[in-house]
């Protein structure tokens, strides 16, 4: 397939948290079809290193060291990005996840625990979107917003009542959002990976556990960043072009149910 088929060539995509995992596999497919892209992260080291990699393919990458729950960082990425393109055609609100250690279930964890969470998953999602919303808006350009979710958000998990309810929340969000922000020329649209093999998920499982859990997924194996940012491409591209509200479950079959 052509890349002009995609409509990406020469777009300014904004991605956060994109030093690594979902983020950086985002970023690497928008710059392999033509996009640039601005990356961010609190870790200034491994924002780089991601960078001189995304680099080798030719394309601009701006990096920008800054926490994506921080509204005055927010400003700082939308600073970059004016700077050095004047405007940004796609933001992928990628940081997510929890805040802390998981404390437990609702009989032991506690409200900072709870707010934490919640906080990364959706208020910073919004703080990011509304500022964004208001960039492209300003510049008069159409714009394409993707929120990551998880399948976590369709799944009752012991331990992680925060995870999920803020990403349930999250595909709830990206419905409203699209209706607020189409009259605005700006599609939001979200993703919900299943199982992915980052630095996040090898919290969780080691790599035999990993690969025996992909086995008996329809898909034959666990996700790796960039099949996620295949997804989040699609639909930021002219290919999603009458896609609105919809977030995207991208998890190799993993709410279908094992095959064996
Ligand atoms: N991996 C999975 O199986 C899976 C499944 C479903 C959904 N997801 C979702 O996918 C997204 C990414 O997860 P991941 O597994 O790729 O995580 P990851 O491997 O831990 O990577 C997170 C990235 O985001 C950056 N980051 C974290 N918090 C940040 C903040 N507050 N501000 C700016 N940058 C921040 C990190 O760099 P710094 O630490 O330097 O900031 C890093 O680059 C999350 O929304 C997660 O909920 C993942």
């Given at each position: 397939m052509s890349n002009s088929v995609l409509g990406l060539e020469g777009k300014v995509v904004v991605v956060t948290?994109?030093?690594?995992g979902v983020g950086l596999g985002c970023a690497r497919q928008f710059v392999n079809v033509g996009a640039d892209v601005v990356i961010t992260g609190r870790r200034a080291a491994p924002l780089e290193q991601a960078a001189a990699e995304l680099r080798r393919s030719g394309r601009e990458v701006v990096t920008v060291v800054g926490d994506a729950e921080d509204p005055a960082d927010v400003a700082a990425v939308i600073e970059a990005a004016r700077a050095r393109?004047?405007?940004?055609?796609v933001l992928v609100n990628n940081v997510g996840g929890r805040?802390?250690?998981?404390?437990?279930t609702i009989l032991e964890s506690g409200p900072d625990y709870w707010r934490g969470t919640i906080d990364r998953n959706l208020v910073s999602v919004l703080t990011c979107t509304q500022a964004f919303a208001r960039f492209m808006i300003e510049t008069k350009r159409p714009g394409v917003i993707i929120n990551i979710a998880s399948v976590g958000a369709y799944r009752a998990s012991p331990r992680l009542v925060p995870y999920g309810a803020s990403k349930a929340g999250l595909i709830q969000a990206t419905g409203t959002l699209a209706r607020e922000l189409a009259p605005h020329g700006i599609r939001v649209c979200g993703v919900a990976p299943g199982m992915v093999d980052t630095d996040s998920l090898r919290e969780w499982f080691d790599a035999d556990g990993l690969a025996a859990r992909g086995r008996k997924l329809p898909a034959g194996r666990i996700g790796v960043p960039d099949d996620i940012g295949r997804a989040v491409l699609m639909l930021a591209s002219d290919l999603g072009?009458?896609?609105?509200?919809t977030t995207l479950i991208a998890d190799g079959g993993e709410l279908l149910g094992d095959v064996h």
């Open positions: 948290g994109a030093s690594q393109f004047g405007h940004a055609d805040r802390g250690k998981p404390e437990g072009s009458w896609i609105y509200g």
